[in-house]
């Protein structure tokens, strides 16, 4: 079974600035997947990034990117160019056969 | 292509009551799988399969249960419902590693 640790339920950040969510998780698989998935109030879970467990190098996808530090069990991810639609819960979910998510960040973004 | 569909959208039930979530996909997914979400929370994992005739059991799983006798279907069966099962219920598909394709969720009090 798998575990997921999201420290900050809430974070906010000034439009156009950078910020970082943070996640930890334990899993005793040795090869998964991790994920991370934004929820806005229409309470649609859209995929923001995906990362591969055996890939060494960070995923990016655009202005998000993760850093993924494997024997720390660590996940967080990273949003450049804050923008006004970014603001939503965002879930950590490393990934297996019983996918899990983290308890969620809230992040506000003020204009 | 429909993805994932999740009937129905809402429900009231009382106490004691009996029913049934319906979750059909159409992306020949393997991995299927059954959440619910209570008020600003993270997605909690009920139940899920991996295969037609496989399912396991998740971090939430009394009080309900699953069948997968087609790679199509995972209908999610609540047997006597309570208050404390007052959620929003979402089904999920996918590959195995791929991303999750979520149904629009249900919503389901009861009272």
């Known amino acids: 079974a798998q575990t997921v640790t999201q420290s900050q339920p809430e974070m906010s950040v000034q439009e156009a600035e950078t910020v970082t969510l943070s996640c930890t998780y334990d899993?005793?698989?040795?090869?998964?997947?991790l994920f991370w998935y934004k929820q806005p109030p229409s309470r649609q879970m859209i995929l923001v990034i995906r990362q591969e467990a055996y890939k060494q190098q960070n995923a990016t996808e655009n202005r998000f990117s993760v850093n993924f530090q494997k024997a720390a069990k660590s996940f967080s991810l990273k949003i450049s160019d804050s923008q006004l639609g970014d603001a939503a819960m965002y879930f950590c979910?490393?990934?297996?056969?019983?996918?899990?998510f983290g308890a969620g960040t809230r992040l506000t973004v003020k204009p | 292509n429909a993805g994932v569909t999740q009937t129905p959208k809402f429900q009231v039930l009382k106490t004691g009551q009996s029913m049934t979530l319906q979750c059909a996909q159409d992306?020949?997914?393997?991995?299927m799988s059954w959440y619910r979400q209570d008020p600003g929370m993270g997605l909690r994992l009920i139940h899920y399969?991996?295969?037609?005739?496989?399912?396991d059991q998740g971090e939430v799983p009394n009080g309900y249960n699953v069948s997968r006798s087609t790679t199509e279907d995972f209908p999610l069966r609540l047997l006597s419902a309570a208050p404390s099962q007052t959620s929003v219920y979402f089904c999920a598909s996918s590959r195995v590693g791929g991303k999750l394709f979520f149904g629009s969720g249900t919503q389901l009090s009861v009272l």
């Open positions: 399969s991996v295969g037609a005739g496989i399912t």
């Open positions: 979910a490393p990934g297996g056969n019983d996918m899990r």
């Open positions: 899993t005793s698989e040795s090869d998964y997947y």
């Open positions: 992306m020949n997914h393997e991995y």
